[in-house]
């Protein structure tokens, strides 16, 4: 897909528009003169695009998930802690059961934290997702005011483009005229010094053929 998808033909308000066979032509120059990678190589004078820079464990994990490779064993967040407990199994020993406290006392604080989470997500959470609405728009607003603003000032140096092109219409017209009747008078001299030409040489054939 090129990179310019789009064009402005701004410039020819009072000339006539080209007929597609002429566009189709101008077309084809083009594309044989642009190098082959014009439509896949950013432009000269756009910024170059900032390359991203993540901490190396965040790296690593991108390029595995890029790799399509599965996570090793033991890395990640362990879910099963969050999950339903089960007690040990009748006559497990001390070191069984110490074990399923402790994740019984990491699955209490996870629902703890949990449900803390979800009330103040009732109490303020309206508000907030109010507020953060409310700077998103301010902030389409702002962009919005932009890019009218950059519409104004296109179409203003569009309209002095065509008032001013408008100006020179007739001095155009009047000169394009002119350079026709030019063209056409040295035709017409070029024809009539080719017609005397050939009657200077008919007639040099004539006074050859009568004193012969």
């Known amino acids: 897909m ?8 701004s410039l020819p308000y ?8 002429s566009l189709a032509a101008a077309s084809t120059l083009i594309t044989t ?3 082959p990678s014009a439509t896949t190589t950013p432009h000269a004078s756009l910024p170059a695009a900032p390359t991203p820079s993540y901490p190396p464990g965040i790296a690593a994990e991108h390029a595995r998930l890029a790799a399509g490779a599965p996570k090793d064993p033991g890395t990640g967040i ?11 199994a009748d006559g497990s020993d001390a070191a069984a059961w110490r074990a399923a406290l402790q994740t019984a006392y990491t699955s209490s ?12 997500l009732e109490r303020f959470g309206k508000n907030a997702w109010l507020v953060s609405n409310s700077q998103l728009e301010a902030e389409l607003r702002a962009v919005e005011a932009e890019l009218a603003a950059a519409k104004n000032q296109v179409e203003a140096v569009e309209a002095a483009r065509r008032d001013k092109q408008a100006g020179v219409k007739g001095e155009m017209d009047v000169l394009e005229a002119t350079w026709r009747e030019g063209v056409a008078r040295v035709v017409r001299t070029e024809a009539a010094v080719e017609g005397i030409r050939r009657a200077v040489l008919e007639r040099r054939r004539d006074m050859a053929a009568g004193s012969a």
Do not use: G
């Open 2 to 9: 090129p990179l310019i998808i789009e064009s402005h033909d």
């Open 14 to 21: 009072i000339d006539a528009p080209p007929s597609p066979s």
């Open 33 to 35: 003169e642009l190098s």
């Open 78 to 88: 362990d879910v099963s802690r969050y999950e339903a407990l089960d007690a040990p």
């Open 109 to 120: 604080a996870h629902l703890e934290t949990r449900l803390t989470n979800l009330s103040l």
